[in-house]
Protein backbone atom coordinates (compact mmCIF):
# COMPACT_ATOMS: atom_id res chain seq x y z
CA UNK A 1 0.00 0.00 0.00
CA UNK A 2 2.88 2.52 0.66
CA UNK A 3 4.51 1.21 -2.52
CA UNK A 4 1.06 2.24 -4.26
CA UNK A 5 0.49 5.45 -2.85
CA UNK A 6 4.33 6.28 -3.26
CA UNK A 7 3.74 5.83 -7.33
CA UNK A 8 0.79 7.37 -7.79
CA UNK A 9 2.45 10.53 -6.12
CA UNK A 10 5.73 10.23 -8.61
CA UNK A 11 3.19 10.01 -11.72
CA UNK A 12 1.20 13.23 -10.59
CA UNK A 13 5.14 15.06 -10.44
CA UNK A 14 6.19 13.83 -13.51
CA UNK A 15 2.39 14.52 -15.18
CA UNK A 16 2.77 18.01 -13.49
CA UNK A 17 5.90 18.73 -15.07
CA UNK A 18 4.99 17.87 -18.55
CA UNK A 19 1.49 19.54 -18.61
CA UNK A 20 1.10 23.04 -19.90
CA UNK A 21 -1.65 25.72 -19.09
CA UNK A 22 -4.33 25.21 -21.51
CA UNK A 23 -6.38 28.26 -20.04
CA UNK A 24 -3.94 30.74 -21.37
CA UNK A 25 -4.06 33.20 -18.82
CA UNK A 26 -1.01 35.17 -17.36
CA UNK A 27 -0.43 35.66 -13.92
CA UNK A 28 0.97 39.14 -12.98
CA UNK A 29 1.87 39.71 -9.69
CA UNK A 30 -0.69 42.07 -8.18
CA UNK A 31 -3.34 39.64 -10.09
CA UNK A 32 -2.11 36.80 -8.40
CA UNK A 33 -4.58 34.56 -5.76
CA UNK A 34 -2.56 32.02 -3.77
CA UNK A 35 -5.55 30.90 -1.04
CA UNK A 36 -8.84 29.49 -1.10
CA UNK A 37 -11.28 28.77 1.70
CA UNK A 38 -14.21 26.53 1.12
CA UNK A 39 -16.96 25.03 2.69
CA UNK A 40 -18.93 22.07 1.66
CA UNK A 41 -19.98 18.44 2.28
CA UNK A 42 -19.07 15.18 2.00
CA UNK A 43 -21.12 12.00 1.60
CA UNK A 44 -18.69 8.96 2.53
CA UNK A 45 -20.19 5.48 1.56
CA UNK A 46 -19.05 2.02 3.13
CA UNK A 47 -16.11 0.08 1.62
CA UNK A 48 -16.76 -2.60 -0.75
CA UNK A 49 -14.85 -5.39 1.39
CA UNK A 50 -17.15 -4.14 4.55
CA UNK A 51 -20.66 -4.03 2.14
CA UNK A 52 -19.63 -7.94 2.31
CA UNK A 53 -19.82 -8.44 5.58
CA UNK A 54 -22.87 -6.17 6.06
CA UNK A 55 -25.00 -8.54 3.70
CA UNK A 56 -23.68 -11.42 5.11
CA UNK A 57 -25.86 -9.57 8.16
CA UNK A 58 -28.45 -8.81 6.07
CA UNK A 59 -27.28 -4.84 6.54
CA UNK A 60 -28.52 -1.56 4.52
CA UNK A 61 -25.84 0.95 4.71
CA UNK A 62 -27.00 4.58 4.98
CA UNK A 63 -24.17 7.16 4.08
CA UNK A 64 -22.58 9.15 6.55
CA UNK A 65 -22.85 13.27 5.88
CA UNK A 66 -19.96 15.53 7.44
CA UNK A 67 -19.28 19.11 7.07
CA UNK A 68 -16.53 19.86 5.02
CA UNK A 69 -13.57 22.83 5.93
CA UNK A 70 -10.95 22.77 2.69
CA UNK A 71 -8.30 25.47 2.40
CA UNK A 72 -5.89 25.75 -0.73
CA UNK A 73 -2.68 26.92 -0.90
CA UNK A 74 -1.49 27.67 -4.71
CA UNK A 75 2.29 28.48 -4.49
CA UNK A 76 2.29 27.86 -8.39
CA UNK A 77 -0.44 27.86 -11.31
CA UNK A 78 -0.45 24.03 -11.28
CA UNK A 79 0.14 22.69 -7.89
CA UNK A 80 -2.31 23.41 -4.91
CA UNK A 81 -1.53 22.33 -1.43
CA UNK A 82 -4.83 21.31 0.27
CA UNK A 83 -5.77 21.14 4.06
CA UNK A 84 -9.12 19.96 5.27
CA UNK A 85 -11.19 19.18 8.21
CA UNK A 86 -14.14 16.56 7.99
CA UNK A 87 -17.05 16.92 10.99
CA UNK A 88 -19.25 14.30 10.77
CA UNK A 89 -22.94 15.75 11.60
CA UNK A 90 -24.02 12.49 12.96
CA UNK A 91 -22.91 8.75 13.46
CA UNK A 92 -22.37 6.13 10.77
CA UNK A 93 -25.84 3.91 10.78
CA UNK A 94 -26.92 0.57 9.61
CA UNK A 95 -30.14 -0.95 9.24
CA UNK A 96 -29.84 -4.04 10.17
CA UNK A 97 -33.06 -6.65 10.25
CA UNK A 98 -35.23 -3.65 10.66
CA UNK A 99 -33.47 -1.65 13.28
CA UNK A 100 -31.50 1.10 12.87
CA UNK A 101 -27.67 0.97 14.82
CA UNK A 102 -25.35 3.82 15.28
CA UNK A 103 -21.33 3.88 15.52
CA UNK A 104 -19.54 6.89 16.11
CA UNK A 105 -18.29 8.83 12.71
CA UNK A 106 -14.82 9.36 13.06
CA UNK A 107 -13.49 13.29 11.83
CA UNK A 108 -10.60 13.42 10.07
CA UNK A 109 -8.26 16.09 8.67
CA UNK A 110 -5.55 16.03 6.29
CA UNK A 111 -3.23 17.63 3.87
CA UNK A 112 -1.59 16.78 0.32
CA UNK A 113 -1.08 17.46 -2.95
CA UNK A 114 -3.43 18.49 -6.07
CA UNK A 115 -2.16 18.96 -9.45
CA UNK A 116 -4.28 21.16 -11.98
CA UNK A 117 -5.31 18.79 -14.95
CA UNK A 118 -6.81 20.57 -17.24
CA UNK A 119 -8.72 23.97 -17.29
CA UNK A 120 -10.88 25.95 -20.00
CA UNK A 121 -12.06 29.26 -19.97
CA UNK A 122 -15.19 30.72 -20.29
CA UNK A 123 -15.24 34.44 -21.03
CA UNK A 124 -12.48 36.80 -19.41
CA UNK A 125 -12.73 35.51 -15.85
CA UNK A 126 -14.52 32.55 -15.36
CA UNK A 127 -13.73 28.81 -16.51
CA UNK A 128 -13.65 25.41 -15.40
CA UNK A 129 -10.61 23.12 -14.04
CA UNK A 130 -9.86 19.83 -12.61
CA UNK A 131 -7.42 18.70 -9.60
CA UNK A 132 -6.37 15.75 -9.02
CA UNK A 133 -3.44 13.90 -6.49
CA UNK A 134 -2.53 11.90 -3.43
CA UNK A 135 -3.10 13.06 -0.25
CA UNK A 136 -2.48 11.63 3.56
CA UNK A 137 -5.54 11.85 5.91
CA UNK A 138 -5.61 10.91 9.43
CA UNK A 139 -9.02 10.02 11.73
CA UNK A 140 -9.13 9.40 14.89
CA UNK A 141 -10.57 5.60 16.00
CA UNK A 142 -13.16 4.98 18.47
CA UNK A 143 -10.18 4.41 21.07
CA UNK A 144 -8.69 7.89 20.17
CA UNK A 145 -6.01 6.65 18.62
CA UNK A 146 -5.18 8.36 15.25
CA UNK A 147 -4.97 6.54 11.86
CA UNK A 148 -3.32 7.28 8.88
CA UNK A 149 -5.29 6.78 5.57
CA UNK A 150 -3.87 7.92 2.38
CA UNK A 151 -6.30 9.30 -0.37
CA UNK A 152 -6.80 9.69 -4.00
CA UNK A 153 -8.66 12.82 -4.93
CA UNK A 154 -9.86 14.71 -7.38
CA UNK A 155 -12.63 17.24 -8.05
CA UNK A 156 -14.07 19.73 -10.66
CA UNK A 157 -14.21 23.70 -9.89
CA UNK A 158 -15.87 26.30 -11.84
CA UNK A 159 -14.49 30.17 -11.79
CA UNK A 160 -16.72 32.68 -11.74
CA UNK A 161 -14.86 36.14 -11.86
CA UNK A 162 -11.44 34.88 -10.66
CA UNK A 163 -12.60 34.97 -7.16
CA UNK A 164 -15.96 32.80 -6.54
CA UNK A 165 -15.78 28.84 -6.88
CA UNK A 166 -18.03 25.98 -7.07
CA UNK A 167 -16.78 22.40 -7.08
CA UNK A 168 -17.69 18.52 -7.55
CA UNK A 169 -15.68 16.02 -6.67
CA UNK A 170 -14.56 12.27 -5.01
CA UNK A 171 -12.26 10.88 -3.07
CA UNK A 172 -10.99 7.47 -2.29
CA UNK A 173 -9.22 6.30 1.05
CA UNK A 174 -7.06 3.07 0.48
CA UNK A 175 -6.51 2.98 3.59
CA UNK A 176 -9.65 2.61 4.89
CA UNK A 177 -11.30 1.45 1.54
CA UNK A 178 -14.18 4.01 1.65
CA UNK A 179 -15.14 5.93 -0.99
CA UNK A 180 -16.70 9.85 -0.77
CA UNK A 181 -18.64 11.93 -2.56
CA UNK A 182 -17.23 16.36 -1.87
CA UNK A 183 -19.30 19.52 -3.36
CA UNK A 184 -19.12 22.59 -2.03
CA UNK A 185 -18.49 26.46 -2.61
CA UNK A 186 -15.52 28.54 -2.18
CA UNK A 187 -13.66 32.25 -2.57
CA UNK A 188 -10.53 32.47 -4.38
CA UNK A 189 -8.40 35.43 -2.84
Known sequence: MKTLFIMMLALAC?????????????????????????????????????????RNTQAV?????????LATFRPEKRLRIPAFLNLPTGPKQFIVDGLLVSERA????????????FGTKFGEKS?????????ASFLLDRGGNVRFAPIVAGRFRFI?????TMYLGSSYSIGINAFALIYGTGYVF
Open 160 to 164: KNQDF
Open 127 to 135: GLEMEAGPM
Open 61 to 69: VVPTNAILF
Open 14 to 54: YVNLHARDTTGTKDRVMNRRYFELSFGQSKLFISDSRLLDL
Open 106 to 117: SPTFGTGVQFKV
